[in-house]
């Protein structure tokens, strides 16, 4: 089992639509979570943290944690072409059982015009 | 304009070749790290450091080396007994271990 999986994807929504993006980690300690957005050929940029259980909402970007599922996702409202790109979860595991930031592979997001 | 600078945007290893990969932070952050993407992958840690003049291997550290002198520079070097060392190299910091990393744009490497 990863330690963070997520869908590969692609996942192709309609302008305007919401939309969800899953991740799952399997070591249950983690502390801390963020999602980061990578345009093809760029870096990782990062655009949400959420360290406790519920809902942190920025802007268009809400962050979902349940700790005792051991889920993350992402949700993007009223999407846009320009947030077609790779969504990385990333799940922080200092003082667990590997001592860092363990990223998924990504899902590849396409926001279709 | 606070960030992480890496350089060069693209290199090329010849056969039996060392090449340095160059970090720079001015975020004033302790950690850094080097992280690997291969096309479709995700990120893979080589290695990374938590303070100056102290680092750590990550999943990947075989065939690379780092330093850290400065609190603002981890260079990276890509030596010979990696034998394949193309791919998308990214340096990252944060203000400590657990706090949430910043990428610099990344380096590509490639080999002639």
């Known amino acids: 089992q990863k330690e963070v999986e997520q869908n590969s994807g692609p996942l192709s929504v309609p302008e305007g639509a919401i939309a969800s993006l899953n991740c799952t980690y399997s070591?249950?300690?983690?502390?801390?979570f963020f999602w980061y957005r990578q345009y093809s050929g760029k870096s990782p940029e990062l655009i949400m943290s959420?360290?406790?259980?519920g809902d942190k909402e920025d802007g268009r970007f809400t962050a979902q944690l349940n700790k005792a599922s051991q889920y993350v996702s992402l949700l993007i409202r009223d999407s846009q072409p320009s947030d077609s790109a790779t969504y990385l979860c990333a799940v922080s595991n200092y003082g667990g059982a590997t001592n860092k930031l363990i990223f998924g592979t990504g899902t590849l997001l396409a926001v279709q015009p | 304009d606070g960030g992480i600078t890496q350089s060069p945007k693209y290199l090329f290893r010849k056969e039996g070749q060392n090449v340095t990969l160059s970090c720079e932070q001015n975020l004033n952050h302790d950690a850094m790290y080097w992280y690997r993407q291969d096309p479709g992958q995700g990120l893979r840690l080589i290695y990374y450091s938590q303070i100056v003049n102290d680092f750590q291997k990550g999943d990947i550290a075989e065939g690379y080396s780092v330093s850290r002198e400065k609190k603002e520079s981890f260079p990276l070097t890509v030596t010979s007994a990696q034998k394949n060392p193309t791919a998308f190299y990214l340096c990252a910091s944060s203000m400590v271990a657990n706090q949430p990393q910043h990428f610099g744009d990344g380096t590509r490497l490639s080999i002639l």
């Open positions: 959420i360290y406790s259980n």
């Open positions: 070591d249950r300690v983690s502390q801390s």
